[in-house]
């Protein structure tokens, strides 16, 4: 079963994006994972940014995928 929250919360600062991790990332999500990390890697090919903040507070659990 999928849980219904949404996996990443992006917010926006004058020179810092912020993404929000927020529920566990597991192995299995790998598809999910990758849609998100293109998306961000979008943003950063677009914005520049002097600072990227990575929220994992809200997690207990994430895979090598997450990192990767």
Same mark, same amino acid.
């Given at each position: 079963?999928m849980?219904?929250?949404?996996?990443?919360?992006l917010h926006?600062?004058? *020179?810092t $994006?912020?993404?929000?991790? $927020?529920?566990?990332?597991?192995?299995? *999500? &790998?598809?999910?994972? *990758? *849609?998100h990390?293109?998306?961000?890697?979008?943003l $950063?090919?677009?914005?520049? !940014?002097?600072?990227?903040?990575?929220? !994992? @507070?809200?997690t207990?659990? &994430?895979? @090598?995928t997450?990192l @990767?």
């Amino acid at each position: 079963m999928m849980d219904a929250t949404p996996l990443i919360q992006l917010h926006f600062e004058p *020179e810092t $994006l912020v993404v929000n991790v $927020l529920r566990d990332l597991r192995e299995f *999500e &790998f598809a999910q994972i *990758e *849609e998100h990390a293109l998306r961000i890697m979008e943003l $950063l090919d677009v914005r520049t !940014f002097r600072n990227l903040v990575i929220d !994992f @507070s809200r997690t207990d659990v &994430f895979g @090598s995928t997450a990192l @990767s």
